[in-house]
């Protein structure tokens, strides 16, 4: 069983940064690819990006050269760097993982593993 813990979630000023963690436990974290979602009020959840335990990483369009995933294996920790925030940033933001070679998977649907989310507020 895998444990994930995110962290680091705020109000923030429309571009602003913040930087979230996502800490794992119960399995060895560098065999684990990684991802993050978020979810808006009444929307779906949301692909943001995800990161091959080579460290390969994929973002989602409308994210990609804001938004940087990192992971240190020595603190079993993932990141999620996130900069230029736009009020449609706003939502919790999940972090998942799973144990296998697709990658990159978007769908939530795909992942093994939940966090239980850190919410995030841009405002404007």
């Known amino acids: 069983q895998v444990q994930l813990v995110e962290s680091g979630g705020g109000l923030v000023q429309a571009g602003g940064s913040l930087r979230l963690s996502c800490a794992a436990s119960g399995r060895t974290f560098n065999s684990m690819t990684m991802g993050w979602f978020r979810q808006g009020p009444g929307k779906e959840r949301e692909f943001v990006g995800a990161m091959h335990r080579s460290s390969l990483t994929f973002y989602a369009d409308s994210v990609k050269g804001r938004f940087t995933i990192s992971r240190d294996n020595a603190k079993n920790t993932m990141y999620l760097q996130m900069n230029i925030l736009k009020p449609e940033d706003t939502a919790a933001y999940y972090c998942?993982?799973?144990?296998?070679?697709?990658?990159?998977?978007?769908?939530?649907?795909?992942?093994?593993?939940w966090g239980q989310g850190t919410q995030v507020t841009v405002s404007s």
């Open positions: 998942a993982a799973f144990i296998g070679n697709n990658f990159p998977r978007t769908k939530a649907s795909e992942y093994d593993y």
